[in-house]
């Protein structure tokens, strides 16, 4: 077993050897693409720090028309904290709220000169859990608490809602479409690389095959040959895209990041670094064994 391990490892080396050019067109390729594609996932990684941060102002407040007892905040607090939508309850009485406008009016806060409290109703303001920090979620825990009539005047950012909704889709779905593309422009290059290389040694591969060698047996160097040169292809990318963050990235995000409230940047943690390795390793493997169809019969 040990000694046919050998003969496999010695005949991918000679491979390696024989087509050195087409060996590092093979491995840049891979490489090129993934760093592209890793670049692109730090930047959405830190652009979604920023969404997750917009979420946190994610509220739906219900105004009361009485100020209600201690003992009725303390029910409808453990009511509304029951929902499973609900992470956080907190009661605005109408001097909380008057202080709050008062701050927010500024040098102009002099214009409620002769107003009281009284002008403006009670509030439990409503924080949500993070997975339902959505349109969705919003929309579940408004349909629960209207089923009470002491909820019945709510309020939410409905249209701030519409347009988060959208622009987190579209993140998703520019970043599913962008990494699908340059994945399958990856693999169609290699494939194509790696057959050049089965042209230049179609007449060793019909030998093998006349001489009794199993399909097999033919096809397992060059397999392992993809394999390795698309896990060199992801080491490279994981170095390229740690230049690139260090390079680009880094300076350029964090004025981003700091007018947003975020005070850090994020790169590539170690599971997508792994991640990424495995996808040139898989992007390999499937580009030889896409060109060895035409050569060897499976």
Request: hydrophobic letters at 50%.
């Amino acid at each position: 077993m040990l000694d046919r391990v050998r003969c496999l490892m010695r005949r991918v080396w000679r491979n390696l050897k024989q087509s050195p050019v087409l060996c590092t067109a093979a491995i840049g390729t891979v490489a090129v693409a993934l760093t592209i594609i890793a670049f692109f996932g730090i930047v959405v990684l830190n652009v979604q720090q920023v969404t997750r941060q917009w979420s946190q102002d994610i509220q739906v407040i219900a105004y009361l028309e009485q100020s209600p007892s201690a003992s009725q905040i303390q029910a409808w607090t453990a009511k509304i904290k029951a929902m499973p939508e609900v992470e956080k309850v907190v009661f605005v009485s109408r001097d909380e709220a008057f202080r709050r406008f008062q701050k927010r009016l500024g040098p102009d806060a002099e214009l409620l000169e002769g107003f009281g409290p009284e002008i403006l109703p009670a509030a439990m303001e409503i924080t949500l859990k993070p997975p339902y920090r959505n349109q969705a979620g919003v929309g579940e825990l408004v349909g629960r608490l209207r089923q009470d009539a002491n909820f019945s005047d709510l309020t939410y950012e409905q249209e701030w809602l519409t347009r988060f909704d959208a622009f987190i889709g579209l993140l998703k779905l520019g970043g599913v479409i962008f990494g699908g593309f340059l994945l399958f422009a990856a693999l169609f290059i290699v494939a194509n690389t790696i057959k050049l290389t089965l042209y230049a040694r179609r007449d060793e591969i019909e030998i093998m095959g006349l001489v009794g060698g199993s399909s097999m047996y033919i096809k397992t160097p060059f397999l392992l040959e993809g394999a390795l040169q698309g896990l060199v292809g992801g080491l490279l990318a994981v170095a390229g895209a740690f230049g690139l963050f260090q390079w680009l990235l880094k300076e350029g995000l964090a004025g981003f990041l700091l007018i947003s409230g975020i005070g850090h940047i994020l790169f590539l943690s170690l599971p997508q670094q792994l991640l990424l390795v495995a996808a040139g390793t898989a992007l390999g493997l499937l580009g030889s064994a896409a060109s060895l169809r035409k050569f060897v019969r499976i």
